[in-house]
């Protein structure tokens, strides 16, 4: 191993050292935000930092950074992600992307040679919004997406005070969370779903995070008996509803549209085998990268539900959540793609269908992700794996990708 | 109004009289089998047969019986129905069948001819069986599709013996319930659905009951990531469910056949709103008054369960109930369309989707059924209405149906 090369063999090793930390008698990790188990991770983390070169950095709202300074005076280039899980997780969600960080501070070290520009590995707090409502809290807080206050009184299902908590396992810094504020960040992560993985391709670049809109929809036809009622003097709620998915779901699947849509979940009232359901309820789930194939989704998803009216039901609908899609930096992920062709690999242009701190730091300077396929997509599950070929070209392609960033006067 | 015409301003005034007994505050009324309202209820039965110049017969399992006694010494015809009602019900499910019954009996009492044949007007003992299982409880008995002490042994849903609240009640008869067997039997009862009321026909000559197989079916594919996993690498077992639903609903609603297929409960499993379900539980309801068209649409759902295996689908199936499709007398049916041919009236051949008392009795005699229409089809519910003219109408179609069947040799 050359000294510009990342020690993925460490790496590993590491991953599956922090990954014994919450570990369950009955398979996985559980290691909720601020709690003990969390906090060994984090001793861990600052460790390694430590050990790496990195001068480490708390913050008042619990983020870890290691930072490896620059000879310019301008504000750093950042990789990171967290350390943080839900429950009964795998051990590469969010560590991946900070153990790979630290692996990439230490081999720029360890070459010598300060970059230009400061590097800062982080490690966000609560990512997950398991024990602390919302997710992604640290990296909110940072980009002043929300108030450091408010986090600070945020209250834990187990009815904790977020503060307190922060200041019982010495995790309450300082430091400001903006003051680190990048210049650029860059999010090495698994792809926690199935696409890498089914075409068999090593390297995603991210362009950006899919927007959703959730929806509860209920529509209204009249109870009837099952054996008594003719097939054609039927209002039947649930059979219109199946055919209403069904039909959103063909839209969606035709040609060149990228939204997904998903019921989850449904009930049908009065919910007895043998009487017709005059009432249905039921979710969808409707992403896409691109904030307007989303609302063609949705406006097809209208028609659909005003066709029900023509025919004698009733219908009514409410959005309960939206999250607008982040488009992240052509630039950084043009130089992740200059990454990958040195290495002689191939690639993927894609999407992120989950949350990451990136989407947040996408907010306030250039952001790419760079993602690693997840076996089967499966992920927030003990099943969680890459295979360790895989974790390797990810951290050499975010070497050579933060190499070309701290180098840079972009 | 002649002595050989029913009394169809008594029937309704009595319809409404039994009506009031059990009423609810809220509307409707509670008379479940063998409780003090169903005494009450059955009481004013007795008290009318005697009035209309019948004996009055009670036998072991409760069933009222009013004889008129015939000339010949062979088995008697009989009508009737039930008064026990669901709870919060209408007046008319089952009172009407006895009621009127008994205005026939009157009618040919009054005539001063005995019949040939003697007429018994019979009031089943728990039709419903809401608060003693099975349903037909009566009727069963009295064709020996169940044990006389399987039945007495009953217990309620409040905890309650059959035999004890039969005692309690003082109607535990002494004769053999099927001392009375029939030589033939035609029912007469609103229809609880909504063919005769939006065709405006006000009778049907129901020639049979639908036969029907109740099935729980799960099917299986994968549980992922709503936002992560595109549409073409899904295994979603809820749009599989909802496809498939939709496809033998469709099928059976086809030219020319007469299936009916509900689907009344669903759940989908995580059941969370950004989780694509891993599994789809629900319940098909088959129905058909032929058998073998039944058959058909249970091999079309096994052909589509099957494809979805061909897919990457897991599927369960299983049977929870069945009853076979039973068929009426068309020596009796036809001779309800020439009672209805003599009062110039439209009438239409029709198969019950209900269950009824005749269902039982055709077991061991010529049966066959009269219906009148149910406003929009509701039954089972203080809704429940026939107009009065109907009620009259299906009083005179059994008047005349009964006059040929007690002097007739068949």
């Keep these: 191993m050359s000294a510009e090369e990342v020690n993925t063999v460490r790496l590993v090793a590491r991953l599956n050292e922090l990954g014994a930390v919450g570990q369950l008698q009955e398979g996985g990790r559980t290691r909720l935000a ?52 839900v429950r009964r997780a795998g051990h590469l969600d969010g560590c991946y992307g900070v153990v790979a960080g630290i692996e990439v501070l230490d081999t720029i070290y360890r070459s010598g040679t300060k970059p230009d520009r400061s590097l800062v ?4 707090t609560n990512e997950e919004g398991v024990r602390f409502m919302p997710d992604l809290m640290g990296s909110r807080v940072l980009t002043k997406e929300m108030g450091l206050a408010e986090a600070l009184q945020t209250v834990s299902t187990d009815g904790a005070l977020f503060c307190n908590e922060l200041e019982r396992i010495g995790y309450a810094g300082t430091v400001e969370p903006w003051s680190l504020l990048p210049a650029s960040y860059v999010e090495l992560h698994i792809e926690q779903g199935p696409v890498l993985d089914s075409r068999e391709v090593p390297i995603g670049i991210v ?5 959703y809109t959730w929806w509860e929809v209920s529509i209204s036809g009249q109870a009837n008996h099952a054996g008594t009622t003719p097939m054609d003097l039927r209002f039947d709620a649930a059979v219109a509803a199946f055919e209403l998915i069904s039909e959103i779901s063909r839209f969606v699947k035709a040609e060149g549209r990228t939204t997904v849509v998903t019921t989850g979940t449904i009930s049908l009232h009065p919910n007895a085998i043998n009487v017709i359901a005059g009432r249905a309820n039921f979710t969808l789930d409707i992403r896409d990268a691109n904030d307007a194939s989303r609302v063609e989704a949705e406006i097809e998803l209208r028609r659909l539900l005003n ?11 409410e959005c309960i959540a939206k999250n607008h899609a982040v488009k992240f930096n052509e630039n950084i992920c043009a130089s992740i793609e200059s990454s ?38 499966v ?3 003990p099943e969680e794996h890459t295979e360790t070929e895989n974790l390797a070209l990810g951290a050499k392609v975010l070497m050579k990708t933060i190499r070309k960033m701290i180098n840079s006067d972009s």
């Design 34 to 85: 601020l709690t003990d188990e969390e906090r060994q991770g984090r001793d861990l983390i600052v460790t390694w930092l430590h050990e790496a070169g990195a001068e480490v950095v708390i913050d008042k709202v619990g983020n870890i950074f290691g930072v490896l300074t620059g000879t310019s005076s301008g504000a750093p280039v950042m990789t990171g992600s967290h350390i943080d899980t």
């Design 121 to 124: 590995v982080a490690a966000f």
């Design 379 to 381: 992920s927030h599950n």
């Design 207 to 211: 362009e950006g995070v899919q927007g």
């Design 307 to 317: 066709n029900l009216t023509e025919i004698g039901f009733d219908f009514e609908i």
């Design 340 to 377: 990958v062709s040195e290495l002689g690999i191939n690639s993927l242009r894609m999407v992120s269908g989950a949350s990451h701190d990136a989407q947040m730091l996408a907010r306030v300077c250039p952001t790419a992700m760079i993602f690693v396929p997840s076996r089967n997509g």
